[in-house]
């Protein structure tokens, strides 16, 4: 009962929103489960009719006085239902005429029909009206969770697997969907079904309801210890679940690295190992799902059977034995489904706790809620006493720097210097541990991050290409791009040519992650993308780093064009791609050892020209170069 409450709990914010088609639903599931009761009644009154013998009042079976106002309640009810089928069954009489033994035949023929109709039509209804609001619940379940998650920092993503966003989305939302669609659903009918079956039964007969239920109590005890042990299946198949799709993430995005070294052997092992625990969690997780049944059938005809032999030991007649176990049958059918719902609720209080845990999450960079909006960057950028660690990791220590506005830097030095985590606190996708930044004497901090990264366009090594077309991947960087302002940005990004050779031009749609372009070609996209967002603050990180010779020249024209009238803050392992910044500085551990031009920095024999002599370059080369 815990484990449905607090399912019902998790899942009413999202179903409160659709509470008037959930009420409906509600109703028409009380009424179905109504209707099972009616079987009671019409297969003993068929018979009855059919048979020729006399009704048998439920006064004559019911004899405790406290069930008073229920009985009378039950025998006007009937009384009612009783007139309303005498013209279709009016009880048999020899030497009736014709007309009324058709009668009595087509009413037998439809009477338990239309029955089955009217009952199946309200569980149809029910049905579809639950469906569509779980559907719609789910739908806005999802959208808060990518909400949520799209809130939190970098950090969160960088120390969590691919595989656990897409077990949060197909199993863990997937079976609370289950649990309000099927769980939910026969949470409302089975409960009334149950109940009207056994009022009717008791009302039918007391005596026999009474010895046919006897055992009913020891069908609950298989279903709460199995439901226990699909729980704890169910967390170890998620476990193992996330695992997988962190597996298949990793090895596919690097099918051409795994083909390259022969690996295929390796990551089958691995996929094997997955897959048997995955394999050992599902079967012992299907095995205590698929007991469940065969244990409640097995104590529920135990039951049966001395029912009947109770029945045939008092002599009940025909007409009212087949009524009470027609009850006694559909009985079954509900107590099977409520046996199931556990199930479902068990299934989905792992998935909920899933969603619940990513909803606690809190960004560690967040906004203030009475955020500033940065006016247009006029000034400079200030880095004023900055540092920064990642855990326990110093990166940035004692770190100073004024970037004036039009001033183009350079940033280089070796791997983990702190380069591109400078590039993280400017952007504000951390938060420096201590120290400011400050944009024309604004702490960063103190303003929204929209308007700080409005100011900001971002090229990077990574290049992110999304599965929509060519102008929609341009117009990221200013989803209010007209086509025209699409197509220049794509000319001054040296584009336009290689776009116009695609099958549909600016509507060919890319695939995922820009498999069908080259690398080259990948990267004049971002460029194109950071041409049209007309930001005042160029971001260059790695940029030209994975490209050819031939590559990296057609887009380093491309970057030229971009930077023309713009303030840049270009980190670069490639010095080559340095020598038109105003001003390089070099990392060393989290400071600033050198700064100065690129010839400068070449003559003064330093960290720089360690760097420069190690790719090829010397101070006359780089005169010639430049």
């Known amino acids: ?55 048998q009042l439920v006064t004559e079976t019911v004899t405790d006085d406290s069930g008073g ?21 009016p009880p048999f009489e020899k030497g009736a005429d014709s007309s009324g033994n058709f009668r009595r035949m087509m009413g037998a023929i439809l009477f338990l029909p239309v029955l089955v109709l009217l009952r199946g039509a309200t569980g149809y209804a029910t049905g579809y009206l639950m469906g569509w609001v779980s559907e719609n619940a789910i739908k806005d379940l999802k959208l808060d969770i990518h909400r949520k998650l799209q809130t939190l920092s970098l950090g969160y993503f960088q120390h969590r697997e691919m595989g656990g966003q897409t077990m949060l989305f197909n199993t863990g939302v997937g079976a609370v969907w289950r649990c309000l669609y099927c769980g939910f659903s026969d949470l409302v009918k089975e409960p009334f079904a149950l109940l009207s079956i056994f009022v009717a039964l008791l009302i039918l007969d007391w005596q026999l309801t009474v010895v046919g239920l006897v055992f009913l109590p020891l069908t609950i005890g298989p279903v709460i210890i199995l439901g226990r042990k699909i729980r704890k299946q169910s967390e170890i198949a998620y476990e193992k679940g996330e695992d997988q799709d962190s597996l298949i993430v990793e090895v596919y995005s690097n099918i051409r690295l795994i083909k390259a070294y022969c690996l295929e052997r390796l990551q089958q092992k691995r996929f094997e190992t997955l897959y048997q625990h995955l394999a ?21 005809m135990i039951g049966f059977g001395v029912l009947l032999a109770y029945i045939f030991w008092e002599g009940r007649s025909i007409p009212q034995l ?44 967040k906004e203030d809620p009475a955020a500033l909006e940065l006016k247009e960057f006029s000034e400079e950028i200030k880095f004023e006493g900055l540092e920064f660690s990642y855990e326990k990791e110093l990166v940035l220590h004692e770190f100073d720097l004024v970037i004036p506005k039009g001033l183009k830097l350079g940033v280089v030095g070796e791997s983990g210097a702190g380069k591109s985590t400078l590039v993280s606190l400017l952007l504000r996708f951390y938060d420096p541990t201590k120290g400011r930044i400050a944009i024309d004497g604004t702490d960063i901090r103190d303003v929204s991050f929209e308007s700080l990264r409005k100011q900001m366009a971002l090229v990077s090594q990574e290049v992110v290409i999304f599965d929509q077309t060519v102008a929609e991947n341009i117009a990221c960087g200013n989803l209010d791009a007209s086509p025209e302002e699409i197509i220049d940005a794509a000319k001054a990004a040296n584009a336009h040519e290689f776009i116009e050779g695609l099958p549909e031009g600016y509507d060919t749609r890319l695939g995922e992650q820009g498999t069908r372009l080259s690398g080259g070609q990948r990267q004049r996209i971002a460029i194109a993308r950071a041409f049209v967002r007309q930001a005042s603050i160029l971001v260059l990180d790695e940029a030209t780093a994975s490209l050819d010779s031939k590559a990296e020249a057609e887009v380093q024209a491309a970057i030229d064009r971009l930077e023309q009238g713009r303030t840049v803050l270009c980190v670069a392992h490639r010095l080559s791609t340095l020598r038109k910044m105003d001003k390089i500085i070099v990392l060393e551990e989290g400071r600033v050892v050198e700064s100065g031009s690129f010839e400068e920095l070449l003559k003064k024999d330093g960290a720089f020209a360690e760097m420069a002599l190690k790719q090829g370059l010397t101070g006359g080369a780089a005169n010639s170069g430049g």
């Open 280 to 300: 050992r969690a599902g079967i012992k997780r299907w095995q205590a799902k698929e007991i469940v049944n065969p244990a409640v059938e097995f104590l529920a």
């Open 1 to 55: 009962m815990g484990n449905i409450l607090d399912i019902l709990k998790f899942g009413w914010p999202y179903l409160r929103k659709y509470r008037r088609r959930l009420a409906v639903a509600v109703v028409l599931g009380i009424c179905f489960g109504l209707f099972n009761a009616s079987f009671v009644w019409g297969t003993k009154t068929l018979f009855e009719r059919l048979s020729g013998d006399q009704p």
């Open 69 to 89: 106002v229920f009985q009378n309640l039950f025998v006007r009810v009937k009384s009612m239902a009783d007139t309303g089928v005498d013209y279709w069954l």
């Open 322 to 365: 087949i009524g009470f176990l027609t009850g006694m049958i559909m009985l079954y059918q509900p107590l099977k489904k409520l046996a199931g719902i556990n199930i479902y609720f068990q299934e989905a209080v792992v998935g909920a706790n899933m969603v619940r845990d990513a909803m606690k999450e809190e960004p560690a960079v």
